[in-house]
């Protein structure tokens, strides 16, 4: 399975073609439209989200809710490019006009300098519009599909928030629950996707100093996944390790700084002893482990056990105080442009990062099982974990 997206924040339409999804798995737009206003809902986000309704249209590969094996082609609308329809149109000539809201100022932090430099840009917008996290959009939408996937095959996969700004909550309140559907009851349920509503309570408060501050803030997202078959990925070549493959996907979501797996950020100052995950055997399950320090990889391969990943989110670079910089065309100091944006997008990257890991196990999977049809996937899938548990 494979991927590509294409769409500048204010263009017309955010597209994404999915290439190796097999046939025979049930997709609505439904399915889809659920995961793309999670993303668009979260404290802390600005008033762009207040334009848009993001809306999937099926374009190909999808015949009477059935994808048929053939490329799956997905569109969401732009719905604030009718306020940039000149400014971001595809088909007319640069002139005086359409060029008003030329970028030449910019932004620490942000991909605007090194990407002019690279494409010889002049109008730093020609980066910022592609740089802009509007594209997780179709990431999002490209992880539903993986999602539904991994549901019918049993695996599932959630991802909340665990600090913004100083506001830190607490990993172990996860032992309280008996599944991901439990704890996603209740972080879907608080604006901030916390873990606690005291933590929610912390971090609004944050957001909202913030906020008056006119400043930005970043903070911690975990994702979650149980029912991942032992043995995705593999130790043999480091191009195959899968939790090297998922690292790479979290630190791709725009303003991501830092991945790790179980507790490692912490573990770094323990021993040996304390953190390796004890080998234990019984007749129903066959083997497992005392503990999940390591995060449910050994090897670069998923042990069976949960899957725990984190990921840094940085503060978002457009700041409405802005920084130092530099007039690209005058060489002169000025204070950096000024874009609209949120205060935080940590509440919108739990469901990115949550997505990415999707697509990273979908892929794992259809690497390992059939990638052509659902039923022979799920038959496979399940003499597989047959042959894990008799191991
Ligand atoms: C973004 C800046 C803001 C965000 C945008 C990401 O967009 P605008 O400049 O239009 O206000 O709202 O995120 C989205 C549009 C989205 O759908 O997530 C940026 O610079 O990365």
Redesign the pocket.
Known sequence: MKYVTAGE??GPEEVAIIEGIPAGLEITPADINFELAR??HGYG?????LI?T?TVTIMAGIRHQMTLGSPIALNVHND?HNNWHDIMDPTKKATPENTLRKVVRPRPG?ADLVGGIKYRHHDLRNV?ER????E??MRVAVGAVAKKMLKELGIDVHGFVLSVGTAKGDINEITKYHSLADLRTVTEGLPTRALTVENDEAIRKVIDETKRNRDTVGGMVQVLATGVPAGLGSYVSADKKLDAKIARAIVGI?AFKAVDFGNAFDNATLYGSQIMDEILWDEEQGFYRSSNHLGGFEGGMTTGGMLMIRGVVKP?P?LYQPMRSVDIDTHEEHKASI????TT?VT?AAVIAEHMVAIELAKAILDKFDADNMDRLKEQIAAYRQEVKTF
Do not use: C
């Open positions: 924040s204010h993303r668009q986000r600005g008033n762009r989200q848009e993001d604030d942000h910022l740089s802009s996290a509007r997780t959009v725009n978002i457009t874009e609209r944006s949120d997008a919108a």
